[in-house]
């Protein structure tokens, strides 16, 4: 057997057995999930009147705030999911199940593409699910082609994947479940400082350029554009760079940190 055939079949192995975690304990999952579909019916039904009017939509119709909110409220559910990975590869890291894994005759990386690959899955799926409440509650992108939906899907899925690569890193180098749950908080804090719930041009002068610039609001103000026809502008490639970036840093600092000798 090559190979690269020997490392597709014992990631698919280790795929298999993350989505069976994830199946057998669903509890995380669902807290993870439950957190952006509690906000998303927080800031529509609560806050919605005085939030559209905020942004031009009109104090008695929520529907130009709820397409406002929509795009955020799904990078945030990618940011959310991925902490329950942080949390899964500091317990295999911590009780001992990776040191075993580094005994047998299995692919090396295999371990760390099961994990990547299942949190992306698990981070699509989500989404679909807090898109469907969306809908749901008045959400429409009657606009939006059929190009522009697969390329806000490809958004979405690469920004997982970055997302990831940075949350098996912290998962890696955390000591305790609790530990990388806490290391992992700013892939929750950081889009509560974008343009989720608020343009950027509402906030403080001396706070916008931090909101502008940091990796969610690209990837938001990218997605709005993509599925409400709204100006993209540089927003595009600073999303792509933005992905790109920290798809290859969490990469390479997830290798580092994987392959050092275990003392």
């Known amino acids: 057997m090559s190979s690269l055939s020997l490392a597709v079949r014992d990631s698919t ?30 800031f529509v039904y609560v806050f919605g009147d005085v939030m559209s009017a905020g942004i031009g939509g009109g104090g008695a119709d929520r529907s130009a705030y709820i397409a406002y909110l929509v795009p955020g409220l ?17 317990n295999d890291m911590t009780e001992g199940i990776v040191a075993r894994f580094r005994t047998m005759a299995i692919h090396r990386g295999s371990v760390l593409i099961g994990h990547v690959v299942g ?26 082609t059929v190009l522009e939906w697969c390329a806000a899907f490809g ?6 994947l970055a997302l990831t690569w940075i949350a098996v890193g ?28 608020v ?6 002068g001396w706070f916008q350029p931090i909101a502008a610039y940091q990796p969610f609001t690209p990837a938001i103000e990218t997605l709005r554009g993509l599925l409400l026809g709204s100006e993209i502008g540089h927003n595009g490639w600073l999303a792509v ?23």
């Open 74 to 90: 799904m990078l945030m559910t990618v940011g959310s999911t991925t902490i329950g990975t942080a949390v899964s590869v500091s």
């Open 119 to 144: 949190s992306v899955l698990q981070c699509v799926i989500s989404v679909v699910l807090v898109g469907a409440v969306a809908v749901a509650i008045g959400f429409r992108s009657t606009d939006a």
């Open 155 to 160: 958004l979405l899925t690469v920004f997982a």
């Open 170 to 197: 912290m998962g890696l180098i955390s000591p305790s479940a609790e530990a990388a749950s806490n290391n992992a908080l700013p892939l929750v804090f950081l889009p509560l400082i974008s343009s989720t719930f």
């Open 13 to 42: 192995t280790m795929l298999r057995r993350n989505l069976l975690h994830a199946r057998r304990y669903p509890s995380l999952t669902l807290n993870l999930l439950l957190t952006p579909i509690m906000m998303l019916l927080l």
């Open 199 to 204: 343009p950027v041009d509402a906030m403080p």
């Open 241 to 263: 760079a933005w992905c790109a970036g920290l798809t290859v840093l969490g990469f390479l600092w997830t290798k580092s940190v994987f392959d050092r000798d275990p003392k």
